[in-house]
Every structure is written in C-alpha cells, then in structure tokens.
C-alpha cells in the first residue's frame, strides 16, 4: 500500500517540474528574443546613420 502511493505521487512532482522548467525556458527565450530584436533594430538604424 505504502509503495503503491510513493510510485502514484512520483509522476506529479515530475510533471510540476517540468512545468516550472517549461515556464523558466519561455521566460529566457522571450527575454533573448526581446534582445536580440534590440540588437537588431540598433544594427539597422546604425547603418541607416552611416549611409546618409
């Protein structure tokens, strides 16, 4: 009984932590997302200085 339980809670925590490394993933990938659109928009308008 005891073993049957510890084995029913198991996949819950497991999938709580992917959940949370799924959130902190988005989370990263959106921030580097935001700079590179940064860098990109800092690019363009840099060579939009330098060719006037």
Do not use: C
Not at 6 to 20: A, C, Q, S
Not at 21 to 29: A, M, R, S
Not at 43 to 51: F, H, R, V
Request: aromatic content about 12%; proline content about 2%; overall charge positive.
């Amino acid at each position: 009984m005891v073993v049957k339980d510890e084995v029913g809670m198991e996949p819950i925590t497991y999938v709580g932590n992917i959940n949370r490394y799924y959130t902190i993933y988005k989370q990263i990938f959106s921030l580097q997302n935001a700079a590179s659109q940064q860098m990109a928009e800092k690019a363009s308008s840099l060579q939009y200085m330098l060719s006037r």
